[in-house]
């Protein structure tokens, strides 16, 4: 029993001494080992938190930076557009200078004015001859006697343009013929055995002493009678 515990302490003592000894005492440094095998990616993080405010960018203008470019080329003219409404109307303008004030003129006299004008119906019941100028000699009107109901013709004494109308009234067929100097300017008809009234009229131009009539043909059956009257009448409209 007393052996065992003198060989337990003479082995503590020799292990206490290696142990001593390791610890003083260091080794040949040995060959490093390998890298081992990279890990798995880690999760992304949180996001952190919000940045202060920057500071204000550069001033820019409607067109783009206050520094513009060269102006470019004029475009291409384009087509005419429609034409637009009517604008309101603008405010009156100031009244002009006045003008000079003319010369006086020369006195007039209403009773000089150019007048030609006359009617006359017939009176004869009895048809007029063929071929020859229709005499109204009932003169209704006849100033100036520019009508001679004598001959039936009127002749000019102004120049100017001239309006002739006839009304006739007639018992059967009626052609009357306007003449001018012996000329037929125009003709009007009108057919039936029966009463009728027809009429016609027109302007002519005419110079002083032109002369105007009506005149009958083959068909004559003109009337001039109370209730069945027969009128020429004629006026100056514009003087030359």
Not at 169 to 178: F, Q, Y
Request: charged share 20%; net charge neutral; proline share 6%.
């Amino acid at each position: 029993m007393e052996s065992n515990c003198i060989s337990l302490m003479l082995l503590l003592t020799v292990l206490g001494a290696l142990v001593s000894g390791l610890e003083t005492a260091s080794g040949i440094p040995g060959i490093p080992g390998s890298h081992g095998v990279p890990g798995m990616s880690g999760k992304d993080g949180r996001d952190g938190p919000k940045g202060a405010k920057g500071d204000p960018g550069p001033s820019v203008s409607a067109g783009g930076l206050e520094e513009s470019g060269d102006k470019g080329d004029p475009g291409i003219k384009g087509p005419i557009g429609k034409r637009g409404r009517r604008g309101p109307s603008g405010n009156k303008g100031d009244p002009g200078i006045m003008g000079v004030i003319g010369e006086k003129g020369k006195s007039g006299d209403y009773k000089s004015t150019l007048k030609s004008a006359f009617s006359a119906k017939r009176k004869v019941y009895t048809y007029p001859p063929r071929d020859s100028p229709i005499k109204f000699t009932d003169i209704l009107s006849n100033d100036q006697n520019h009508y001679d109901s004598s001959t039936g013709k009127f002749t000019c004494h102004i120049s100017g343009y001239y309006y002739f109308v006839y009304h006739a009234t007639s018992n059967n067929n009626l052609c009357v013929n306007m003449n001018k100097n012996g000329e037929t300017i125009t003709s009007f008809c009108s057919h039936g055995d029966f009463v009728q009234v027809s009429s016609g009229g027109l302007v002519l131009h005419l110079q002083v002493s032109d002369k105007v009539w009506l005149e009958a043909t083959v068909y004559n059956a003109l009337m001039g009678q109370r209730n069945h009257d027969s009128v020429f009448s004629g006026f100056l409209l514009f003087p030359d």
